[in-house]
């Protein structure tokens, strides 16, 4: 069963449009991505497609269900959002990655917390880093170690590697990859990264219509 479904979607605040005519589908284990150029609403749709802005037109179905039905707090569990500059909570990163956890009313081994630092290039001592003194690319790699304490049916990604050197963004790509091979995680990915653009299955490029000025899909099998 296909997991998302836009079906004409479009978003219009204030007369003011920045989507229209956005379909798209992803299914488990498809690994696509979204680019275009700045201000075309790349971010907008990924928030659109995770239930924190409601478009104003068109329809989202999760699993064959209209999203607007269904919990929020459930569907957020199942299609997880990292954004670009990551909103972190509390005072430190054990704050942050506790938290998937604790609404869940479940305990974590803290050892996990460290093996997941590492992975992603992180020292142990990052665990008790006041949040206030981490750097840009240390924030975004905290926010996806959170968003994956639990793995989601879709991982949204906004550009979550902006901040990183190439060898940390090339072990984020592996990192993600793999979720994808081996647990069928689906993914939209906004970037203008070319390396990742090379290895996507689908490269979904917004585009603006020339009579509406609005912004479209168009695909390009990468």
Known sequence: MTLLQL??????PDDT?????IHLTLNPGEFKLITGPSGCGKSTLLKIIASLLSPTEGTLLFEGKDIATL????YRQQVSYCAQTPTLFGATVYDNLIFPWQIRNQTPDPKTFLADLARLGL?????????????????????LIRNLQFLPRVLLLDEITSALDEPNKQNV?????????????????VTHDKNEIA????????????RTEAWEVNRERA
């Open 17 to 21: 449009t920045i989507l229209s005519n």
């Open 7 to 12: 079906d004409n979607v479009g978003y219009r």
């Open 173 to 189: 790509n592996e990192i993600v990859h793999r979720y994808v091979r081996e647990q069928q995680l689906a993914v939209l990915w």
């Open 199 to 210: 290895h996507a299955d689908d490269v979904i490029t917004l585009q603006a219509h020339v």
């Open 123 to 143: 020292a142990h001592e990052t665990l008790e880093k006041p949040i206030s003194e981490l750097s840009g690319g240390e924030k975004q790699r905290v926010s």
């Open 71 to 74: 919990s929020p707090e459930a």
